[in-house]
């Protein structure tokens, strides 16, 4: 199983499903208690919370930069949100995390390959799903924070799909780097889209081989073009 794909198992998911799917294709916080922190002190969003929602404004605006007939304005505005989203979604450091102990088990050149092509697929397959997810018939509440820890924190929301009346829970991690707060992870009703590619890929990996993942994830790439 490759990045784009999640398995259905019930009619009644489907939402959740693409939220996961959409959400594939940021404050350090001194407080110790771990509680959830709805907001700052002075009532406004935190640092994290604000990544978060440039994230889901710039996915709003998303559209496909390589379209036919695009004059070169239009093409450097989509280049433009295109990379706002991935300067905040950081693919790169998921690629590792999902990788995990198999990430220094390969050649260095190889787990950045498998970073890259992480990065196209997700923003070939991913990104237009997100666009559509998120300008769907949707009502979004932040509802906290929560530190996590080595400049770690989660950011949490409550997704109402007004059209199919299905409110669901969806938890987006993030870390702290000099850059500001980066998405790490995507939890929805619980379930890590990170855990779930970790999973397919060390499947993968276990019965087939590295490079036999590689070869699946460039198949792929290909037959979205």
Not at 11 to 36: E, M, P, V
Not at 37 to 56: D, R, S
Not at 60 to 88: N, V
């Amino acid at each position: 199983m490759i990045p784009g794909y999640l398995p259905v198992r019930a009619a009644r998911a489907g939402i959740r499903l693409a939220a996961k799917a959409a959400l594939a294709s940021l404050l350090i916080l001194t407080y110790c208690d771990g509680s959830i922190l709805a907001q700052n002190e002075k009532g406004a969003p935190g640092p994290a919370t604000l990544a978060v929602q440039e994230m889901v404004a710039a996915a709003k605006q998303y559209a496909d930069e390589k379209a036919p007939g695009l004059p070169d304005s239009e093409k450097a505005k989509r280049k433009e949100t295109r990379e706002k989203i991935s300067g905040i979604l950081d693919l790169h450091e998921m690629a590792r995390l999902i990788l995990a102990g198999n990430w220094k088990k390969q050649k260095p050149v190889d787990s950045e390959k498998y970073a890259g092509l992480l990065t196209a697929l997700v923003e070939k397959i991913g990104y237009p799903q997100i666009e559509k997810f998120f300008n769907g018939n949707l009502e979004i509440t932040y509802t906290g924070e929560k530190p996590l820890g080595n400049d770690k924190t989660s950011v949490f929301t409550s997704i109402l799909a007004k059209d199919e009346d299905v409110t669901f829970s969806t938890e987006f991690r993030l870390y702290l780097t000099d850059k500001g707060w980066r998405i790490y992870d995507v939890i929805t009703d619980g379930e890590s889209l990170l855990l779930i590619y970790r999973n397919q890929h060390a499947g993968i990996i276990k019965e087939k081989g590295f490079p036999q993942l590689i070869k699946l994830m460039e198949k792929k790439l290909n037959e979205s073009k």
